[in-house]
């Protein structure tokens, strides 16, 4: 008879883990043979978060679970990549002046947004100003936007923010969903 620590046999304890570890195996199996299903077009996907959110709108609120939600929903001006260097993203370029004070962004051509509204210099210039407004209550993407001293659109491509002084981490900020860029169509619909 096995030895018998705390009520239970040896024999009973290596039973149970040649026992577990068979599951284990056949659950790893089957895991396994699923992986080549091929995807279905459709349906719904169910994704549990630990809070609610009542707002959709990233440039109104500040909250971690609207920011993760709406990066599927808003594209934004840059992207930031792992080693944190800025990527183009709905800007294929931009140029900073010496003192940090004027960013230009060219656009990417041919964008348009869900709604079929084209992505251009207005768009993007309608949406910051809408973050500027006092009126919007966006309180964290106007933080992260900075003390704008002027927004620009001189053509279609280009949007000039300008600042009266340095403010260095203008391209974090747009790489973050509570300043991607939103159909200034939508947008106005739904105020």
């Not at 299903?37 to 909250?63: E, F, H, Q, R, Y």
């Not at 939600?69 to 934004?76: G, H, L």
């Not at 927004?151 to 900020?173: C, D, H, T």
Request: aromatic residues 8%.
């Amino acid at each position: 008879m096995g030895r018998a620590v705390f009520g239970v046999s040896l024999r009973s304890s290596v039973r149970a883990a040649v026992a577990f570890s068979f599951l284990s195996l056949a659950g790893a199996h089957a895991w396994a043979a699923s992986e080549g299903a091929k995807p279905i077009d459709g349906g719904i996907l169910k994704v549990g978060l630990g809070t609610d959110t009542a707002i959709i709108d990233p440039s109104i609120t500040g909250s971690s679970i609207t920011a993760v939600i709406t990066r599927n929903i808003v594209d934004s001006l840059v992207g930031q990549a792992e080693d944190n260097s800025f990527t183009p993203w709905l800007a294929e370029r931009w140029e900073i002046n010496g003192d940090n004070t004027v960013y230009t962004f060219h656009l990417r051509p041919g964008v348009t947004f869900s709604d079929g509204t084209p992505l251009d210099a207005a768009a993007v210039k309608y949406n910051f100003d809408r973050i500027l407004d006092p009126k919007t209550t966006s309180s964290y993407a106007k933080s992260l936007l900075g003390p704008v001293d002027k927004i620009e659109a001189p053509n279609a491509n280009i949007v000039v923010i300008s600042y009266r002084q340095s403010f260095a981490p203008l391209l974090q900020g747009l790489s973050l969903p509570y300043l991607g860029i939103q159909s200034p169509t939508y947008l106005q619909k739904a105020t």
